[in-house]
Every structure is written in C-alpha cells, then in structure tokens.
C-alpha cells in the first residue's frame, strides 16, 4: 500500500494523473481505498458493496457494474493483473497478446507456484502451457522426483484436487469465479462439510460418510448465485472422486488402531 501510493503521487508530479493527465485535457485521478482482506470481496459487487461501506455481499446480477456499480455509476472492475499488463498490450497491439497461447485460450496469466516443488515462484507464463512444462521450466520439478508426486491443486482452495496421471496432459485454463450467496443453508453446509473432512485427517470417521459428503456437495453445487460456492464444493469431489481408496484406508487403519487399544 506505502509502495503503491508513493508511485501515485511521483505519476501526479510528472503530470501523469491528476488535472490534464499527460496533456491530453482530461482529468484522471486515483483513489486507493483500503479494505479488511475478506476473501469474498473478490467478488466485483461484493467489492463494490464494501466500497459503499456496506457488507461484502455478492449482488444479484443483473443488473451488472457495467450499468450499475459504485453509487449506482456504471463502473468497470478489474484486477491488478489485467491493469499491469494493458500498458503493453495498449503498446503492442491486442494481436500481440493473443498470439500467445492458443484459440480461446489466448495471453498470458500469472502462476503462483509453490507446494512440494523445488523453486516455488510466481511466473507470467503463456495460456495453455502445459502443467508440467511449467513446474519444470520454473519451479525446478516436484520435490523428491515427479514419483514422489501424489496430486496438485490447480488453482488454490477453490478447485478440485487433479492426480499425478492428469498432469502431463493436463493444460492451464482460464476459470472465472464470482462469489458466494448469503445464505443460512448454505453455511451450514459448508460447516458441515469441514466437519466431515475433519473427521477424514484422522481417520476417525465411516465409509459411509464419504458418500454422506459427496451428496452434500451437490446441494451446495449450483445452488448459489455466484461459484465460489461451486468452489467450495469442487475440492471435496475432487477428493472423494480421486482419493477414496485413500480416504477408506486411513479409516480402516484408525479403527484398527482404536480396537487394539481397547483391548490393551
């Protein structure tokens, strides 16, 4: 935040921002407003929403900030990441950009890789790089050698988990997540659900369960108005689609652990 305002302020002393930006008679200002880190307010009305000093809620779309956004003005959202790369490609031609990539799938994205690699790194890559490729090129491979590997999580908390036999296939795309819905049910599901997985680190839960939770994750799935509900449910399909063995054999090993103790 110190970092971003002092380069604001040297841009309104060149004349860059301010009144007659850059000599071209019109005035560009900028305002930085600092918000409380909720990880809903990613979400473009729920950010608008916090903007006005309300809570960061997700609106029901549309009508969309297009249209209506901040004190009902239409009003463009973006991320840091699509203003940090405009300048180029304002510079180089939209062209430019897209030969990167392939069709429908064009540019570039920036990876945050980290994990059991041996360089964690965040990169701009181009899209549709395959998944290995990248954690090769730079992040130097999968600790302990690609054997070692047991699943990725492609786009952090929000998405399923993926096996090591879909990585070298598998191509990085672009997802577009929106929000969550204000709702008692679905909180409780979600609570529920954490609970539930709780149960499965350790092992102190049935077989049964698991299927307890994979229906659980389906009302949560689509019935909300923005996909960071799907988010929430896409982790635990993932698990449970890819891993059940796993899950069941930890609970097994639990049990048996519990009955050899009662009989000690």
């Known amino acids: 935040m110190k970092s971003f305002f002092c380069v604001c302020l040297k841009a309104y002393q060149a004349g860059y921002l301010g009144k007659n930006a850059c000599g071209s008679g019109y005035d560009f200002d900028v305002f930085m407003h ?7 307010c990613g979400e473009e009305t729920a950010l608008i929403e916090s903007l006005e000093g309300k809570q960061g809620k997700p609106r029901l779309k549309p009508p969309f900030p297009a249209d209506v956004g901040v004190f009902g ?6 991320n ?12 180089r031609g939209g062209s430019w950009f897209l030969g990167f990539g ?3 799938n064009s540019g570039t994205k920036l990876f945050n890789i980290s994990g059991h690699v041996n360089t964690p790194c965040t990169v701009e890559e181009e899209m549709s790089i395959p998944l290995k490729e990248l954690i090769e090129i730079h992040a130097g491979g ?3 050698g690609w054997d070692n590997l047991l699943a990725i999580i492609p786009g952090g908390s929000s998405t399923p988990l993926i096996p090591k036999q879909y990585v070298f296939t598998l191509l990085n795309q672009f997802s577009l997540l929106y ?10 599901a979600y609570k ?3 609970l539930i997985i709780t149960r499965f680190i350790t092992g102190n839960a049935q077989p049964a369960e698991i299927d307890m939770l994979w229906e659980l994750s389906k009302q949560i799935e689509g019935h909300t108005i923005c996909a960071l509900g799907d988010g929430a449910a896409w982790p635990v399909q993932g698990l449970i689609r890819h891993f059940r063995p796993e899950l069941e054999e930890r609970m097994k090993k639990f049990h048996e652990k519990e009955a050899i103790t009662a009989c000690n």
């Open 34 to 40: 600092r918000g409380a880190g909720a990880y809903i």
């Open 73 to 78: 003005c239409p009003t463009t959202v973006a």
């Open 80 to 91: 840091v990441e699509t203003v940090a790369v405009a300048p180029t490609i304002c510079r």
């Open 102 to 104: 392939r069709a429908r």
């Open 142 to 144: 999968v600790t302990g």
């Open 179 to 188: 929000g969550t819905r204000n709702s008692k049910a679905h909180f409780r």
């Open 192 to 194: 529920w659900s954490m």
